[in-house]
């Protein structure tokens, strides 16, 4: 989403990442990759069990979850990865939002 950004920028999106760590090593990422989307800590998982995002420590443990949410705050677009790298495509998603108008 990083190579993308301007994409996604460019159809009023806001990119937020959750991500599965503590607020110290989600800001030392974030800052190091220059990332220009917006990243929530979730160490304790609260906000993966509240949108159904899978564990499987078979598989390095939470599995990826990707949800578009539209303005109005509903999922518009939900997947749930069966693996680390089962994570839809950029251009799946800007055609997503392209279909959402």
């Keep these: 989403m990083k190579k993308d950004h301007s994409l996604f920028a460019a159809r009023n999106v806001s990119i937020i990442a959750v991500a599965p760590h503590d607020s110290a090593k ?3 990422y974030w800052s190091k990759e220059t990332l220009p989307y917006i990243g929530i800590p979730d160490a304790d998982g609260v906000l993966g ?6 564990v499987n420590w ?3 443990g939470r599995m990826p979850a ?14 749930y990865g069966k693996s680390m790298s089962d994570i839809p495509s950029n251009s799946t998603l800007l055609e997503v939002l392209d279909s959402l108008g």
């Design 49 to 54: 069990r509240l949108y159904g995002q899978q």
């Design 58 to 60: 078979m598989k390095l």
């Design 66 to 79: 990707l949800f578009i949410v539209d303005k109005a705050g509903k999922i518009a677009f939900a997947q």
């Design 26 to 28: 989600v800001k030392k």
